[in-house]
Each structure stands twice: as structure tokens, then as C-alpha cells.
């Protein structure tokens, strides 16, 4: 030891830290053992699956759910589609905390052109802030 100092620090931070690193651990060892359970569990009690469409940059975001996993596959392709072509994904819902004027989204497979279902222009992300 050639520098008692820095060994107290050293271990009084070990003590402090290793409290931390244990919970992270075990919270994250519990959630991954979890998973395949929530899973088997929204599929056997038919919980709808949410599929999430959001900006990077937080400017926007759309939610809509689906009732299987496969239709949650299609929804995503479809807006997927929808945000290429036209920059926003119309079949989701109008954003979250939004009411949809239609009440429901475009049917999965079709891509609507903007404005013809569901989301009018104070609905519209752009206008959000206003």
C-alpha cells in the first residue's frame, strides 16, 4: 500500500457503487426471466398488443393496438409504408392523448392517402403544440 488515502476511496466508492450494480443486476435478471411469461400470458388472455409509431426526435407519435401478434406484424408494415410514402402513419391512431375523429384506423394492408380517415388537421402532429 503506497497510498492509503486512495485505497479508503477507492473502497468507501466500492460501497457506494456495489449496492447500485447488484440491484441493475438482479432487476435486469428479473425482467429477462419474466418475458417469456408476459408473453405466453398477453397471448392466452387475448391482451391487445400496442404498436408504436414515434420520431426520434419526439415530435410525433401514433398508437394503436391490435389483438394478435400477426396483426401487430401487418400494422407495422403498413405503417412503415405510410411513413415512406406520406411521413406520418395514418392506419395508427391520430397520437397519444388524441382523440381519432373516426374512431378507428384504416384497414390493415391499405395504404390511405392523408387526411381520409381518422386524422384531421387539428389532430395532426404539426398541430400539437398550438
Given amino acids: 500500500m503506497d497510498d492509503p488515502v486512495s485505497t479508503v476511496i477507492n473502497v468507501a466508492l466500492l460501497f457506494l457503487v456495489l449496492p447500485f450494480a447488484i440491484w441493475f443486476f438482479f432487476s435486469w435478471t428479473f ?3 419474466l418475458t417469456p411469461f408476459v ?3 398477453r397471448i392466452l388472455f387475448r391482451r391487445p398488443w400496442p404498436v ?6 419526439g415530435v410525433w407519435e401514433y398508437r394503436e393496438y391490435t389483438q394478435s401478434w400477426t ?3 401487418r400494422l407495422m408494415k403498413q405503417a412503415r409504408a405510410e411513413i415512406d410514402a406520406y411521413g406520418q402513419a395514418y392506419c395508427l391512431t391520430g397520437g397519444i392523448g388524441q382523440a381519432d375523429s373516426a374512431g378507428t384506423a384504416a384497414p390493415i394492408g391499405q395504404v390511405a392517402p392523408p387526411g381520409s380517415y381518422g386524422v384531421n388537421s387539428q ?3 404539426e398541430n400539437w403544440g398550438s
Avoid: D, H, K, S
Avoid at 408504436?52 to 426526435?57: D, I, K
Fill in 123 to 125: 389532430q395532426r402532429p
Fill in 52 to 57: 408504436v409509431a414515434f420520431r426520434a426526435g
Fill in 71 to 73: 396483426e401487430a406484424g
Fill in 39 to 41: 408473453a405466453l400470458g
Fill in 31 to 33: 425482467a429477462l426471466a
